[in-house]
């Protein structure tokens, strides 16, 4: 079954930092953008944050910028999440999947569409608190 495998979510104090894994089962992610989505209780998937599959163009959603960084490593056939200056808001499943498509806003690289993703993984959850 081509899917991808998170992990590394966790319970973190407001302030701490996650690394979230995201590894692909039965194929490998060169040929694609990846993106790294949330979802919290009773709100629709977000995407925090996605990377190209040639230049490594990223980006990140506006109340993630500075704290999360997005990595690949091809080789391995994983990308990663690191989140730094945890939110309480930032609480959710953390979901990876991967795009064939490349879109850019200008000059601007883009998470494709939602429905654009495919190989979504079980999540992992993320739990921000005190």
């Known amino acids: 079954q081509l899917q991808f495998v998170e992990s590394g979510g966790g319970l973190v104090q407001p302030g701490g930092s996650l690394r979230l894994s995201c590894a692909a089962s039965?194929?490998?992610?060169?040929?694609?953008?990846i993106g790294w989505f949330r979802q919290a209780p009773g709100k629709e998937r977000e995407a925090v944050s996605c990377?190209?599959?040639?230049?490594?163009?990223?980006y990140y959603l506006d109340s993630v910028q500075g704290r999360f960084t997005i990595s690949r490593d091809n080789g391995k056939s994983t990308v990663y999440l690191q989140m730094n200056s945890l939110k309480p808001e930032d609480t959710a499943v953390y979901y990876c999947?991967?795009?064939?498509?490349?879109?850019?806003?200008?000059?601007?690289?883009?998470?494709?569409?939602?429905?654009?993703?495919?190989?979504w993984g079980q999540g992992t959850q993320v739990t921000v608190s005190s």
């Open positions: 999947a991967a795009s064939e498509t490349t879109v850019y806003s200008g000059d601007d690289y883009r998470c494709s569409p939602l429905w654009d993703y495919n190989y």
């Open positions: 039965g194929f490998t992610v060169d040929y694609y953008a």
């Open positions: 990377i190209s599959n040639s230049d490594g163009s990223t």
